[in-house]
């Protein structure tokens, strides 16, 4: 079992940047894929960017593909979302996600989830 614990969301300008983390408690994060999620208000959860905990192989959404960065730190068992050139269109509820095993992009292959954390960026 693993706790997951996102922060560093809040109000951006349009062109922004911000940088999210995710704590997580319990496990070790070295052996899970991880990825992140968004939820934006009346449309479902959607897969944001991923990285796959063998070869550190990262996937990402087209919508932010070239903006966002996800990266992890095992050291720390962290795990980072930097997210720069952001768009109103990028406001929502972010979410940590971790993998046993699965699709590493696909929600419903993900076990753990934290709470969530907003992200809302004004034109």
């Known amino acids: 079992q693993v706790q997951l614990v996102e922060s560093g969301g809040g109000l951006v300008q349009a062109g922004g940047s911000l940088r999210l983390s995710c704590a997580a408690s319990?496990?070790?994060?070295?052996?899970?894929?991880m990825g992140w999620f968004r939820q934006a208000p009346g449309k479902e959860r959607e897969f944001v960017a991923s990285?796959?905990?063998?070869?550190?192989?990262?996937y990402y959404a087209d919508s932010v593909k070239g903006r966002f960065t996800i990266s992890r730190d095992n050291a720390k068992n962290a795990l980072y979302l930097q997210m720069t050139s952001l768009k109103p269109e990028d406001t929502a509820v972010y979410y940590c996600?971790?993998?046993?095993?699965?699709?590493?992009?696909?929600?419903?292959?993900?076990?753990?989830w934290g709470q969530g954390i907003q992200v809302t960026v004004s034109s």
């Open positions: 996600a971790a993998q046993d095993y699965g699709s590493i992009v696909d929600l419903r292959e993900y076990d753990y």
């Open positions: 319990g496990r070790t994060l070295s052996s899970y894929n």
């Open positions: 990285i796959h905990w063998v070869d550190g192989y990262t």
